[in-house]
């Protein structure tokens, strides 16, 4: 009887797919079970005769030149996202049997290549590709019962000794649980952007180290994001160096919104602004502290510099453009006749220096942490990746835990020459620190600081 109507739904899913319909699972893949978080799958052809069943043979080698997916929930304004750097596992699926194949990490463009898999029966048979969102070395995207999401796809392999797949519309997702499909795509978003966020900064810092040989060798140590429908429900996003749960273990958690609206620029700020405080903490345990607001002044300056790197990291990464339009905003900011950031502890007072020292050709200030030491002419993009790399190194190697440590260790270590220290001098007082690096005001405005 469950043979029949497996039959039945095969017929049926080859029917829709004839006319291009599906690549959504339905019911056709019930019969093996799987605790995946989603489910999709395909047909390769529908040509029912092999020609090798005619000459005798029984199995065949299938090569795997390529397979690549990309997940969306469907919606229209979805932008779908490939799986790069995954762990995956292979299965030959026959009948009610697995059996495994191989598995790896996908390559940094999502894609399985160059496989060969021998004994593949003619006819009946699929393959499982199961994939989790996230690989040992980078962490994973996990729900709140510490397992990765998993997505599985069943491929159903006809007579065709290729396979040479790709999809850029995939669902994964529960049979009447639409909202599976939602979740699933976010987390594939977040899994996507962190993924991207880490090759981008270990490209910058590499481009560092190749330059300058007494740069540190940035290691990443892997890390967790927790993300599920309605958990941390519209609260902050965090990194906890206890975990979100006291375990023990240093996570980061991405909290659900009730707005349902996860633009791209913030699920990329987010997660490397988290991700940023787990690299202080990791690399030299930056100590943590809370804050009011970005133009808050914090007391502890140490509270000021990890929430300016976060947003300076995130910001670089997610949203360069606005960071970029906001050039002036320390000099600029007016509250009610109240300038809340120049020379203030504050999160975005920390953040703009960084940013003027990363920047190449503004119009407050000429510094550029890096064009002494360019000996090629470069682009203006290129050195402010080398800007970026090099700024990120000595975050890491000063183990500073205030800005004013951090600007000395700069200035000990880049700023040499009489020309180079007036610029530098320059981005000091266009954003209201004293000479040695200290902000100059108290909250309270106006009013110089005491020591
Ligand atoms: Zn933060």
Redesign the pocket.
Known sequence: MKKRIFVLLLTLFAFSSVFGLITQAKNADKMLMTDANGEASNSLDRKVVSTETKKGKKSRTIELQRFYLEVTDGSAAATPVPLPNCDYTIHLAKGDRETFLDNGVTNDKGEITGLAFKDIPLTGASLKIRYSLGNEQRGYVQKYDKKPYSFVFTLRLGNENTINYSDDQVQFGKEKAEETFFYNFQAARINYYFDQGLGWHSEAVKKVNQLFPDTTEFEVKPININFEKGQYLDESN??SRNGHDGSGVPDIVVGDRSDKIFDTNYLMHNVM??W??WTMYEAFEMPSGDYDSHYGTNDDPQISY??GW??FVGDVFADIDSLKADDMLVQKDNEKGVNRLYGKST?LTVQHVLYDLYDAGSNDEAFSISERFLDDALSEDEVKQLNFGLLSAAMIESRATTLQEFLTYLEDKYVITRSDKEKFAQVLKINGLSRNGKFSLNSDEGSPKGE
């Open positions: 965090a990194f602004h988290e940023t405080h990890k929430e976060a947003l999160n």
